[in-house]
């Protein structure tokens, strides 16, 4: 790979945008050519110092504008035309502001999964937006695994993997309580830049994992696995890749642990 | 979207629940837009009023992006009603959003810099800058979000990152921006 080959790749690389055996090319090339790893690292700096920026966040007024115009919609109560064909959902604390927030949850799926995937994904996707929408996302607020880990102790029947990802990019936020599928579950809040992370937890019913499958819906990404002997749910505003790496990041943290 | 549609209570409970979330990213890019605060705040409220307008011509996928587009489309629509962009040429540095007790006053200055730097770019690169790392959007979301080929975001990613390290490099010392030496 020449130097003006591997130069046009270095923001697709570092932005995530290469194919796997690009960026396998794109590693090897690099070594040799000192200009493309500056630029690089340049690339990296940025990013790193932009992300760092403050989060805006619309002012009360523009909130409460919005707000009323789509109250007064509603109040008019019109009859739903018929190319309103999705239910209807009254989730009017969904109002407050999610876009800024990555919350994983850890819950209870087990076995029930396959025939109410549908269900059980809008009550993970409403966990996670109770983490993005208040601002109580967390009831314990620790990036120390070892604070969280004990305060599910007693209010939850089970013991669910508490681990710090800051190293990977996700730090921890804190946990909380959230009721999935009639039950209390432990989930846990984890930050990705400015979004948040839910990751719902809860103890398998096989021993056996299953690999991360990510699917997309309304904005939002989950990620849904089994490891550890625990089932893995994470509703976040991520991009699907990064929820990968979410996924693989936790996984490698649970195995180091036993 | 030419068939804006009178929205019913369905509908506005639907956006609600879709689109609402995004409203601090409408916001936000629209600041970066306008680098105005009382500007932005027009624009995002005219934005999520045309964005209500045309749900019915939503099809699924990613909300923010096409909720961004309408924002970028309704900032281009009233700089061109309001005539010459008075605003383009005067970019001041933008105040600090609050007090941020978190962190110690080198980084709120270092950050200081970083969006006076970022404001300073041509609109081009700017928008494609704050949508790939403040909105974290793929290359196809901001293509879809900007209306560009895929080609043309990269290069002005590309080519944004190089002028905003040029212009971090006058403003801040080597120990404050950590960017490597040419």
Redesign the interface.
Known sequence: MDCPTCESLVDAYLDGELSAIQSAEFEQALPGCPHCATRLEEARVLSSLLRDLPADTAPDLLRARIDRELRAIGAKARPASPRQSMPRQPMRWMAMAASLIVAVSIGWMGGTLSTQGGRDRDELVASYLRVASSEHTVDVVSSDRHTVKPWFAGRIDYSPPVHDLTSDGFPLLGGRLDVFDGRKVSVLVYRRNQHKVALTLLPASSASGVPVSVTQRDGFVMGQWRHGGFEMRAVSDISPAEMESFASALDRAVDADR | MSDALR????????????M?????????FA?WLTRD?VQA?DV??EA??RA?RYF?AFR?G???PWLLRIVRNTWHDLRTKRGADESLDVVEDRP???P?PEENAL?AD??RH??AA?AKLPTDLREV?VL???E?F??KEIAAALDLPIGTV?SR??RG??Q??AE?RSRLGRRD??????
């Open positions: 929205p019913d209570s369905g509908t506005a409970e639907r956006f609600r629940t879709v609402l979330p995004h409203l601090d990213a409408a916001y936000g600041r605060p705040q995002a409220q999520m009023l209500l019915h699924g990613p909300p923010k600090a959003d609050g941020d980084g270092r950050r970083v969006a970022l800058l790939r790392e403040i974290d793929s290359y990269m990613l590309a990152r190089q905003l390290a971090l921006h950590g960017l490597p030496d040419l």
